[in-house]
T-cell receptor, first 114, second 109 residues
Framework: DGGITQSPKYLFRKEGQNVTLSCEQN?????MYWYRQDPGQGLRLIYY???????QKGDIAEGYSVSREKKESFPLTVTSAQKNPTAFYLC?????????????FGDGTRLSIL | SQQGEEDPQALSIQEGENATMNCSYK?????LQWYRQNSGRGLVHLIL?????REKHSGRLRVTLDTSKKSSSLLITASRAADTASYFC?????????FGAGTTVTVRA
């Protein structure tokens, strides 16, 4: 079955530590996205990538970094510069980067501070 | 930036009843999408309605779009316990989507 796999499901970060969240898709989609979801709130876009080797900042990119070296992979690093990292992180993909395309989501990674 | 806003924030209904939630957005759009999120899971795409459509159906779901009022509604008919979830509207924002804060629907048995 095609889909998006996020790992790990739960992640704990110590002070001053960088952590990397994995996102892999086998849908052959060009576009991939990272969102942050806080309790009772909508999704806020962190970074997105329209194609391999290209990515753009979203609305809340500070303290985060990404890479897109392969079409199927879009890892997100939460750096120590992100002072409030506790949240639910969702990865998504779409066939192309267009606002009239449905996005397919993984089941998220919940990040907490130790 | 958040374009769409859902109303109400939360809704509790009896199994078999209908549930209606609304979405308002700020700028002109070419389409609007609705998604469902079960607790602790990712979002699932439900339906996309284009700006030249006024109503669209998918199973027990009915979506309307009123571009003059910049609003959309999602109706779930004959609700079931499995419909318990949060529902989000998503409106276009350049090449991306902007999601509202969602409506949490609880269906009581």
């Amino acid at each position: 079955d095609g889909g998006i796999t996020q790992s790990p499901k739960y992640l704990f970060r110590k002070e001053g530590q960088n952590v990397t969240l994995s996102c892999e898709q086998n849908l052959n989609h060009d576009a991939m996205y990272w969102y942050r979801q806080d309790p009772g709130q909508g999704l806020r876009l962190i970074y997105y990538s329209q194609i391999v080797n290209d990515f753009q900042k979203g609305d809340i990119a500070e303290g985060y970094s990404v890479s897109r070296e392969k079409k199927e992979s879009f890892p997100l690093t939460v750096t120590s510069a992100q002072k409030n990292p506790t949240a639910f992180y969702l990865c998504a993909s779409s066939i192309v980067s267009a606002n009239n395309q449905p996005q397919h989501f993984g089941d998220g990674t919940r990040l907490s501070i130790l | 930036s958040q374009q769409g806003e859902e109303d109400p924030q939360a809704l509790s209904i009896q199994e078999g009843e209908n549930a209606t939630m609304n979405c308002s957005y700020k700028t002109s759009i070419n389409n609007l999408q609705w998604y469902r999120q079960n607790s602790g899971r990712g979002l699932v795409h439900l339906i996309l309605i284009r700006s030249n459509e006024r109503e669209k159906h998918s199973g027990r779901l009915r979506v309307t779009l009123d571009t003059s009022k910049k609003s959309s509604s999602l109706l779930i008919t004959a609700s079931r316990a499995a419909d318990t979830a949060s529902y989000f509207c998503a409106s276009p924002n350049d090449y991306k989507l902007s999601f509202g804060a969602g409506t949490t629907v609880t269906v009581r048995a």
